[in-house]
């Protein structure tokens, strides 16, 4: 950002030292964001700062008991907006389409909604808003999920789901027989694929029309193979196929709803990511060691790590810390952002 952006208090801050509290919220926003309802709930009764009396009986002052409701208010109706979106993704993780469709249309009916696209929101020069990175276009979402179950309604090879934290206990794997081929099997699923036909060719827009019909083609031709996991169309019964349409409609939900689409640890890992590999390509210099805030070090990626000797072979560097000296003046390039080098350092 641009110094002349700045306001003279900006410009003159210190470095950023966030409270207890921003930690906590930022973490929690992290929590309710994945519907980790639990933790959540954990976290907020356990960081809650509590005053004892002689006794050692909790003193809440009637300001205090006002926040702290209003924080839980606020909180449970996150959550619960978290737990009817986990349960979609879940239906369609699980290949239980229709029934995903289902309760979408009813706990969040503006998704799929045929409305028109809200105008955008005018923002600061200085703010950014993420936006979702696929199409939240309501003819488009319920064309997907058709399209979705349509390729649920062919498969015959088993893909079970198991959420995260769930227990999986060793058994038999599952057989699953060959597609009933049947003639009235086989015509509900040509049915099916006329209309998402006659779906894709409702679609206002030319381009979005060729794409679709593109994209039919290669599903229809799960049709002609008893056994399509083994056809040349056999990615779209994949799980990354159920994660990506899974995606969409909890991004579409968040939206549309005025949520975040990512969380605000997920932004700031993101920019950190960015801002630090612009100045390593820049072969930006930092600041002499002697001026770095006390008790910062860097975490150097794994290929960073190591460095030519005067032998000319190589050997690991130890992540730099503050010493004294020449040394502690000494230039070095900022080095990318490695996320896992960091985590592997405080963890």
């Not at 966030?18 to 309802?37: A, E, F, G, M, Q």
């Not at 709930?41 to 300001?63: C, F, N, P, Q, W």
């Not at 893909?159 to 769930?166: M, S």
């Not at 993101?270 to 805030?293: C, D, G, N």
């Amino acid at each position: 950002m641009a110094a002349s952006m700045l306001s003279p208090a900006q410009s003159g801050a210190g470095v950023f030292a966030p409270t207890p509290d921003d930690l906590r919220l930022l973490v929690l926003d992290y929590l309710c964001h994945n519907s980790y309802s639990n933790t959540a709930r954990a976290l907020v009764k356990d960081t809650t700062t509590k005053h004892l009396d002689a006794d050692g009986d909790e003193i809440l002052s009637s300001a205090e008991a006002e926040s702290s409701d209003g924080l839980l208010h606020m909180l449970e109706e996150r959550l619960a907006l978290g737990e009817r979106r986990k349960e979609i993704r879940t239906g369609l993780l699980s290949g239980q389409v229709d029934e995903a469709i289902a309760l979408l249309i009813k706990s969040f009916p503006s998704v799929l909604a045929e409305i028109s696209e809200p105008a955008a929101c005018t923002t600061s020069s200085d703010t950014l808003t993420y936006i979702p990175s696929t199409s939240v276009d309501p003819l488009h979402l319920m064309l997907n999920l058709h399209i979705h179950a349509f390729i649920e309604a062919n498969r015959t090879v088993p893909l079970p789901y198991y959420p995260p934290g769930t227990a999986i206990s060793p058994a038999s794997p599952v057989l699953c027989p060959e597609r009933d081929e049947s003639e009235q099997a086989n015509a509900a699923l040509l049915h099916r694929a006329q209309n998402l036909y006659s779906e894709a060719n409702r679609l206002p827009g030319a381009q979005d029309r060729v794409e679709y019909l593109k994209e039919l083609g290669q599903v229809g031709v799960l049709l002609a193979y008893s056994v399509p996991e083994n056809s040349p169309s056999s990615e779209y019964l994949s799980q990354p196929r159920r994660e990506a349409i899974a995606d969409q409609i909890d991004s579409a939900i968040l939206y549309r709803y005025h949520q975040p689409i990512v969380s605000k640890l997920d932004l700031v890992a993101r920019q950190t990511s960015v801002i630090w590999s612009m100045l390593h390509e820049l072969k930006y210099k930092l600041p002499p060691r002697s001026a770095w805030p006390s008790g910062v070090s860097l975490s150097l990626p794994a290929s960073a790590q190591t460095h030519p000797n005067t032998a000319g072979t190589t050997k690991t560097a130890s992540l730099p810390v503050k010493t004294s000296g020449l040394e502690n003046d000494s230039a070095e390039i900022a080095p990318p952002f490695d996320l896992q080098a960091l985590l592997d350092t405080v963890t």
